[in-house]
Nanobody, 128 residues
C-alpha cells in the first residue's frame, strides 16, 4: 500500500504564495503516476473540503470556487509528486492540508470520488 506525505506548508502573509508537494513516503521510488490525487483542507471548527484534484493522466482537474484562479494543481512525473501552487493566499485559506489518492482510471475529474489513501496533513497559516 502506497503511503503519502505532504511537504511545503508553513506560514505566509496575506497575498503571499506557498507550494505544497505530495509524494510516496515509505518508498519514494514507487510510482505515483497511476493515482488520481486530490488536496483537501480542514480549518478549525469546519468540515474537511476538497480543494483541488487531478486525474492520473493530468488531463483533467477540479477546483472549488474559492480557489479558482489562485491555486493550481499539477503533476511532476519526473519528481513523482503532485503539487499545489497557492497564490494570493488569504487568511481563510488557513487550514491543515491533506493529500489523498485513489487508484482509478477516470479521465474526467469529478469531486465525488472516494479517496482511500491519505497523508498525515500539513499546516498552512496565512496571517492578515
Amino acid at each position: 500500500q502506497i503511503q503519502l506525505k505532504e511537504y511545503g506548508g508553513g506560514w505566509v502573509q496575506t497575498g503571499g504564495s506557498l507550494t505544497l508537494d505530495c509524494g510516496p513516503s515509505a518508498d519514494p521510488t514507487r510510482t505515483f503516476s497511476s493515482f488520481t490525487v486530490a488536496w483537501f483542507r480542514q480549518a478549525p471548527g469546519k468540515e474537511r473540503e476538497i480543494v483541488a484534484a487531478i486525474t492520473w493522466s493530468g488531463g483533467s482537474t477540479h477546483y472549488i470556487d474559492s480557489v479558482k484562479g489562485r491555486f493550481t494543481i499539477s503533476r511532476n512525473y519526473a519528481r513523482n509528486t503532485v503539487n499545489l501552487q497557492m497564490n494570493s493566499l488569504k487568511p481563510e485559506d488557513t487550514a491543515v492540508y491533506y493529500c489523498a489518492a485513489v487508484l482509478t482510471g477516470i479521465t474526467t475529474m469529478t469531486p465525488f470520488l472516494t479517496y482511500d489513501i491519505w497523508g498525515q496533513g500539513i499546516q498552512v497559516t496565512v496571517s492578515s
